[in-house]
């Protein structure tokens, strides 16, 4: 009997926890923090590429702009997916045409003094480290002073350096900067050594 009375109250939980999951807006800007992290950590918008995402991420920008430009993020996310990026040369390599685009670039990390934050504004960054280890200076473009005003064709502007946040870049895990983040990339770690780096450019 006491089965048979609870039941009806387990079938009505299940059905008010299936009303809540359809009852998510499919616009992410409406999402709460609870929606966010839980399609955030089903990490279904990541495909099977091992790679990791760094904490420093801001979810909530990132569901918004995925959803924005669905086709776009799952190219760049497969592109990381299935190709040796060790293998490819220094330069630009066509992903979508300009929407996704890849730059490959191979330098020496620098020292803090020697760098400067730069920003964007068409494109969204994924930044990942192929080879070598570095900082990767970040910082909310409301606390950056210009040092070179925005150049359209390049979509880059390049701020003064600061302390900022470092973030340890390094094999295995990227990093997603959006327009409002100010990035620093290239800092030593402990010495000055080579680093080959991967920039995959999303179009907003």
Same mark, same amino acid.
């Given at each position: 009997?006491?089965?048979?009375?609870?039941?009806? &109250?387990?079938? &009505?939980?299940? #059905?008010?926890? /299936?009303?809540? /999951?359809?009852?998510? /807006?499919?616009?992410?800007? *409406?999402?709460?923090?609870?929606?966010?992290?839980?399609?955030?950590?089903?990490? *279904?918008?990541?495909? /099977?590429?091992?790679?990791?995402?760094?904490?420093?991420?801001?979810?909530?920008?990132?569901?918004?702009?995925?959803?924005?430009?669905?086709?776009?993020?799952?190219?760049?996310?497969?592109? &990381?997916?299935?190709?040796?990026?060790?293998?490819?040369?220094?330069?630009?390599?066509?992903?979508?045409?300009?929407?996704?685009? #890849?730059?490959?670039? *191979?330098?020496?990390?620098?020292?803090?003094?020697?760098?400067?934050?730069?920003?964007?504004?068409?494109?969204?960054?994924?930044?990942?480290?192929?080879?070598?280890?570095?900082?990767?200076?970040?910082?909310?473009?409301?606390?950056?002073?210009?040092?070179?005003?925005?150049?359209?064709?390049?979509?880059?502007?390049?701020?003064?350096?600061?302390?900022?946040?470092?973030?340890?870049?390094?094999?295995?895990?990227?990093?997603?900067?959006?327009?409002?983040?100010?990035?620093?990339?290239?800092?030593?770690?402990?010495?000055?050594?080579?680093?080959?780096?991967?920039?995959?450019?999303?179009?907003?």
């Amino acid at each position: 009997m006491l089965m048979r009375r609870y039941t009806p &109250l387990v079938l &009505l939980c299940c #059905i008010i926890i /299936s009303c809540k /999951s359809v009852q998510r /807006s499919a616009n992410p800007e *409406e999402w709460t923090d609870d929606q966010v992290n839980e399609w955030y950590m089903k990490k *279904e918008w990541l495909g /099977s590429t091992k790679l990791q995402p760094d904490p420093s991420i801001n979810k909530k920008e990132f569901a918004i702009r995925y959803h924005q430009q669905k086709e776009r993020w799952d190219k760049a996310f497969n592109y &990381l997916k299935n190709e040796d990026l060790s293998a490819l040369s220094a330069g630009i390599h066509e992903i979508v045409g300009r929407d996704v685009y #890849i730059l490959i670039t *191979e330098y020496n990390s620098k020292n803090h003094e020697d760098t400067k934050y730069e920003g964007h504004e068409k494109y969204t960054d994924i930044h990942y480290v192929v080879s070598g280890t570095e900082y990767i200076g970040v910082q909310d473009l409301s606390a950056g002073k210009v040092m070179t005003p925005y150049n359209p064709e390049r979509d880059i502007t390049f701020y003064e350096p600061s302390k900022g946040v470092h973030l340890l870049g390094k094999p295995g895990i990227f990093f997603i900067f959006f327009p409002n983040n100010l990035h620093c990339p290239g800092i030593k770690v402990e010495n000055n050594i080579p680093v080959k780096k991967a920039v995959i450019k999303v179009k907003n």
